[in-house]
């Protein structure tokens, strides 16, 4: 049973830096792409960010591309989302999701979420 638990999150001045990490069991994380996600308030499900299985290909959005970075360590079956330069915008709450395959243009698996963890930012 494919499992995510997001944290990291929290209360964060414009301007300032949030990492957010992904714990993932229950699937061989190594063989499967990720991704993270954002819902603002009021807003339906956003795509930030994804990752190739090997860490080695990334995609962005391009409000966050040159502030994110997402990243991957696959000992740890983690996946971070280094997010810099936050702006009141990027409130919301963030989900990681697996693809089906290895690649960036693998389809998201939507059966699977994680509870969410919440960024705000805010003066």
């Known amino acids: 049973q494919v499992q995510l638990v997001e944290s990291g999150g929290g209360l964060v001045q414009p301007g300032g830096s949030l990492r957010l990490s992904c714990a993932a069991s229950g699937f061989i994380f190594s063989d499967y792409g990720m991704s993270w996600y954002r819902q603002a308030p009021g807003k339906g499900r956003e795509l930030v960010a994804r990752v190739s299985s090997p860490g080695t290909n990334t995609y962005y959005i391009g409000s966050v591309e040159g502030r994110f970075t997402i990243s991957r360590d696959n000992a740890k079956n983690t996946v971070y989302l280094q997010m810099n330069s936050l702006q009141p915008e990027d409130t919301a709450v963030y989900y990681c999701?697996?693809?089906?395959?290895?690649?960036?243009?693998?389809?998201?698996?939507?059966?699977?979420w994680g509870q969410g963890t919440q960024v705000t930012v805010s003066s």
């Open positions: 999701a697996k693809l089906f395959g290895s690649t960036l243009d693998s389809p998201v698996d939507f059966t699977a």
